[in-house]
């Protein structure tokens, strides 16, 4: 299996950065892409970004384009959200998920909380 954990996430001002991590463990060679995910109560999960575990194609929803770019270091098994430009939308609890190339998203990490002030 894989086991993934976030960081990186706090209190920030609106118009704000921060950087979101997320280490991979376990059976880390089976990954194809990993996804970021989040959910502000009351709302649907939605799909942030995804990246490639091998290669450079990236996905990013409308709401974040050209504020939130996704990277990885696969040496370091981790793969990165940098968001910018942050506004109080943006406050969710974000989650890195690991796609193992079956179509859908077979593991989660237990979520890291970004909350932006007015």
């Known amino acids: 299996q894989v086991q993934l954990v976030e960081s990186g996430g706090g209190l920030v001002q609106a118009g704000g950065s921060l950087r979101l991590s997320c280490a991979a463990s376990?059976?880390?060679?089976?990954?194809?892409?990993m996804g970021w995910f989040r959910q502000a109560p009351g709302k649907e999960r939605e799909l942030v970004a995804t990246i490639r575990w091998s290669g450079d194609t990236t996905y990013y929803a409308d709401s974040v384009k050209g504020r939130f770019t996704s990277s990885r270091d696969n040496a370091k098994n981790t793969v990165y959200l940098q968001m910018n430009s942050l506004k109080p939308d943006d406050t969710a609890v974000y989650y890195c998920?690991?796609?193992?190339?079956?179509?859908?998203?077979?593991?989660w990490g237990r979520g890291t909380q970004v909350t932006v002030s007015s």
């Open positions: 376990g059976r880390t060679f089976n990954i194809y892409s």
């Open positions: 998920a690991a796609n193992l190339g079956r179509g859908i998203y077979d593991a």
